[in-house]
């Protein structure tokens, strides 16, 4: 499983970006797929997490209220909606997966998850 991302770029404080996450030759319905990112100097985190069912979402406070992850089934991509972005959003952002358990406040496990390339995405004026 090999994770394609896009969408990234250079956005000013306040504004949005949806980023894109397709997998090639496979389904994704079939797993529950992660939004990550990681900051220079930073551990990975998670940002949030869909279902394989696409009836569960999680996010951490730090994102919640202003990222919306969701999931097309017949373009077969999963999406990440980010709103009110802030400086500190700044990072390469990634798709993981199978996220089943969903690593919220934890540092995630690199090597038990498929990842994609990443994204970048830099919030500044």
């Known amino acids: 499983l090999q994770f394609v991302e896009s969408g990234g770029g250079l956005v000013q404080p306040g504004g949005s970006l949806r980023l894109s996450c397709g997998a090639p030759?496979?389904?994704?319905?079939?797993?529950?797929v992660g939004w990550f990112r990681q900051a220079a100097g930073k551990e990975r985190e998670v940002v949030a997490c869909?279902?394989?069912?696409?009836?569960?979402?999680n996010y951490p406070d730090s994102v919640k209220g202003r990222f919306t992850i969701s999931r097309d089934s017949a373009k077969n991509i999963i999406y990440l909606q980010m709103n009110s972005l802030k400086p500190e959003d700044t990072a390469i952002y990634y798709c993981?997966?199978?996220?089943?358990?969903?690593?919220?406040?934890?540092?995630?496990?690199?090597?038990?998850?498929?990842w994609g390339q990443g994204t970048q995405v830099t919030v500044s004026s």
């Open positions: 030759g496979f389904n994704l319905d079939y797993y529950a």
């Open positions: 993981g997966a199978p996220v089943d358990m969903c690593p919220l406040n934890t540092v995630p496990d690199i090597e038990r998850y498929y």
């Open positions: 869909l279902s394989s069912g696409g009836d569960r979402t």
